[in-house]
């Protein structure tokens, strides 16, 4: 090893970023200065820690861990102690500063930094496929999909597919247009995938007047007719009619009630699937 290089090992019972990290970030503050990080993930018992410290011990390394079980952190400390290895405690002031302040007890279970973050990129990751495949880009994601939402213009799709991303689901969307006919993989979709939306002529009506009024064109463009109107409704009937799907009036509710309705479908259609 290197004169300017200093051996760390990183001890952990999950896999040790929190704790590679930290080291990292402390020893770029120390130009012309290196570290060597050794990591030992997955730390679930005493026999194992005996081997880390004893190394360390051989090695003049300094010991960096992250161990939240009470029993195996008190051990560790213990055995460093013991022999008299530097070791570092990065959660546990913390740890104890927060529970004084939330005046709970820590939950002592490994690996919830890793489960928040594997939460958060398949959030990110929905939210992409969200845009990816909104309003009908490429069919081919339909397939990919948790959940597709079908619908004439203005019936809510790209704000319910954006709100159901944001609870993990990998949401395509396909408007239905009477001189457009649906991509074929629509039909290949078990019905219980595929979620309709339908909306009240009128209400319809008021939100494509004000639409093209923010858009600078007149109110009385085709779009925005009743008799258009009702052309596309009855079109996407038969469209849903054809699928098999569910079909769910947005007329009245807000993005959130929808979203949750298209939830709950989602759960009963597993629970059928279990049994």
Request: glycine share 4%; hydrophobic share 40%.
């Amino acid at each position: 090893m290197e004169m300017n290089t200093q051996l760390i090992y990183v001890v952990s019972d999950s896999i040790g970023e929190t704790a590679e990290f930290v080291v990292r970030a402390v020893a770029s503050q120390f130009n012309g200065k290196t570290v060597d990080i050794h990591k030992y993930p997955y730390m679930e018992d005493k026999e194992s820690i005996d081997e880390v410290i004893l190394s360390a011990k051989e090695s003049k390394a300094l010991v960096v861990f992250t161990l939240v079980v009470p029993e195996l952190k008190t051990y560790i400390l213990e055995q460093a102690n013991k022999h008299q290895v530097p070791i570092v405690d990065v959660m546990g002031p913390l740890l104890t500063i927060m529970e004084d302040l939330l005046q709970t007890k820590q939950s002592g279970k490994p690996g919830l930094v890793r489960k928040l973050d594997e939460d958060y990129f398949r959030k990110v990751e929905a939210i992409e496929f969200a845009v990816k495949y909104d309003d009908g880009r490429d069919p081919r994601g339909l397939l990919r999909a948790d959940v597709v939402l079908i619908g004439v213009s203005r019936t809510s799709k790209t704000p319910l597919s954006m709100y159901l991303a944001n609870k993990r689901l990998k949401v395509a969307n396909v408007p239905l247009v009477p001189e457009v006919e649906p991509p074929e993989e629509l039909f290949l979709l078990p019905a219980e995938k595929c979620i309709g939306l339908t909306i009240n002529s009128d209400q319809l009506n008021g939100i494509r007047t004000e639409r093209l009024k923010a858009l600078g064109l007149t109110a009385q463009a085709n779009y925005a007719t009743m008799d258009r109107i009702e052309t596309e409704l009855e079109y996407s009937r038969k469209i849903m009619e054809r699928v098999g799907c569910p079909v769910i009036d947005v007329s009245i509710k807000a993005v959130e009630e929808t979203a949750n309705i298209i939830l709950d479908i989602i759960r009963r259609n597993k629970l059928k699937a279990r049994r």
